[in-house]
């Protein structure tokens, strides 16, 4: 065959397996077989994991949302990822590094089955190249996003049992449902957070809604605060508040701080404000030093002011400890100002003790 010749066909060859395959997972040190799911999703999941004795892989891509999540190995993805621990190749076996997946992204969803069942689910970016230790790697094509949905939530719902493995895998599935760009994603999560759902789901739910999930999920976030009946919950939903990206999601966090039936859940508000700091943040905090009628989240409180920058917690700190007349409150401020080992509190000792 001629030089010139050869290189078209080579140029075709790249041009189709970049068509075929832009989106699929790219694996090394695997036995690949490509397998169409075009015939539905779960019929063909199945059939692989229950005619699966051994340990293989199965894996997929679909359309991820974007935002910036952490979906390969080292630090970066052109490093790959090592399935399986001791398998030899570039890369580390570690879960996490962070990655920004953009909107035309794919996010790519790994099941590990031995003995026909599912024992892991996790989830990569497309341009993560991952090495499965040369064990049989199914690559499914033509995947309904909604079907993957469908099948995830089945492991999402049946992991409130008492083994950590469940819980695991339910975790997995839940945060690999919330990197789905589909909408269906955010009506499948919203059912997870009914009050009628295990509470350990509906904890588990929140943070992917608030890590993942944009306004939707902020929105259900805001609801859950609101109505979940577990005080427990209700302080998960704040942490998964507090790492929205939603402005609103801010007003949410002071609301609660403010007007929570629990204390501890007020408590954990008043904490979570602390970490974004701001000034809307830093009055709910006051607010609650002056306000709030327990002891215990005047306590909490003085302790957020301690976590705000210095320019903005010493004095207010400071202020506490002069003015407040809750002598427990009082002596906290004078804790923490010890703690901080800054001059103005220094200088507030010395005018004290004289």
């Given at each position: 065959?001629?030089?010139?010749?050869?290189?078209?066909?080579?140029?075709?060859?790249?041009?189709?397996?970049?068509?075929?395959?832009?989106?699929?997972?790219?694996?090394?040190?695997?036995?690949?077989t490509d397998r169409s799911a075009a015939g539905g999703l779960e019929r063909e999941f199945r059939a692989l994991v229950s005619g699966q004795a051994t340990p293989a892989w199965i894996g997929y891509a679909v359309s991820a949302v974007?935002?910036?999540?952490?979906?390969?190995?080292?630090?970066?993805?052109?490093?790959?990822?090592?399935?399986?621990?001791?398998?030899?190749?570039?890369?580390?076996?570690?879960?996490?590094?962070?990655?920004?997946?953009?909107?035309?992204?794919?996010?790519?969803?790994?099941?590990?089955?031995?003995?026909?069942?599912?024992?892991?689910?996790?989830?990569?970016?497309?341009?993560?190249?991952?090495?499965?230790?040369?064990?049989?790697?199914?690559?499914?094509?033509?995947?309904?996003?909604?079907?993957?949905?469908?099948?995830?939530?089945?492991?999402?719902?049946?992991?409130?049992?008492?083994?950590?493995?469940?819980?695991?895998?339910?975790?997995?599935?839940?945060?690999?449902?919330?990197?789905?760009?589909?909408?269906?994603?955010?009506?499948?999560?919203?059912?997870?957070?009914?009050?009628?759902?295990?509470?350990?789901?509906?904890?588990?739910?929140?943070?992917?809604?608030?890590?993942?999930?944009?306004?939707?999920?902020?929105?259900?976030?805001?609801?859950?605060?609101?109505?979940?009946?577990?005080?427990?919950?209700?302080?998960?939903?704040?942490?998964?508040?507090?790492?929205?990206?939603?402005?609103?999601?801010?007003?949410?966090?002071?609301?609660?701080?403010?007007?929570?039936?629990?204390?501890?859940?007020?408590?954990?508000?008043?904490?979570?404000?602390?970490?974004?700091?701001?000034?809307?943040?830093?009055?709910a905090i006051t607010d609650a030093i002056e306000n709030d009628p327990e002891t215990e989240v005047k306590k909490k409180a003085v302790f957020a002011l301690s976590q705000l920058p210095k320019d903005e917690g010493v004095p207010k700190?400071?202020?506490?400890?002069?003015?407040?007349?809750?002598?427990?409150?009082?002596?906290?401020?004078?804790?923490?100002?010890?703690?901080?080992?800054?001059?103005?509190?220094?200088?507030?000792?010395?005018?004290?003790?004289?």
């Amino acid at each position: 065959m001629k030089p010139a010749k050869r290189m078209g066909l080579l140029v075709l060859g790249l041009i189709y397996c970049g068509l075929g395959y832009a989106q699929q997972p790219r694996v090394t040190n695997a036995q690949v077989t490509d397998r169409s799911a075009a015939g539905g999703l779960e019929r063909e999941f199945r059939a692989l994991v229950s005619g699966q004795a051994t340990p293989a892989w199965i894996g997929y891509a679909v359309s991820a949302v974007a935002g910036e999540h952490w979906m390969c190995c080292g630090d970066g993805c052109c490093g790959g990822c090592r399935l399986e621990g001791n398998s030899p190749g570039r890369g580390r076996s570690t879960e996490n590094s962070p990655v920004k997946l953009e909107e035309s992204g794919s996010l790519l969803v790994l099941f590990r089955v031995e003995h026909g069942q599912v024992q892991k689910i996790r989830t990569f970016s497309e341009d993560c190249e991952l090495d499965a230790g040369g064990l049989p790697f199914y690559r499914l094509t033509s995947v309904n996003p909604q079907e993957s949905i469908t099948l995830l939530a089945s492991y999402a719902k049946s992991g409130n049992g008492d083994r950590q493995s469940e819980h695991k895998l339910s975790d997995a599935a839940v945060a690999a449902i919330a990197f789905h760009k589909d909408a269906l994603a955010d009506s499948m999560l919203e059912q997870f957070t009914a009050a009628a759902q295990p509470e350990a789901l509906r904890e588990r739910t929140s943070f992917w809604l608030g890590a993942a999930r944009g306004r939707r999920g902020y929105e259900i976030l805001r609801r859950m605060v609101k109505e979940d009946p577990s005080d427990r919950v209700r302080e998960k939903v704040i942490f998964a508040l507090s790492v929205s990206k939603e402005p609103d999601a801010l007003s949410t966090m002071i609301e609660t701080a403010r007007g929570d039936a629990s204390a501890h859940v007020r408590s954990q508000a008043i904490f979570w404000l602390s970490q974004k700091a701001g000034k809307k943040a830093e009055d709910a905090i006051t607010d609650a030093i002056e306000n709030d009628p327990e002891t215990e989240v005047k306590k909490k409180a003085v302790f957020a002011l301690s976590q705000l920058p210095k320019d903005e917690g010493v004095p207010k700190l400071i202020q506490v400890a002069k003015s407040n007349r809750n002598p427990a409150v009082r002596k906290q401020a004078i804790f923490w100002l010890g703690q901080s080992q800054d001059p103005r509190a220094l200088a507030f000792f010395e005018q004290i003790l004289k």
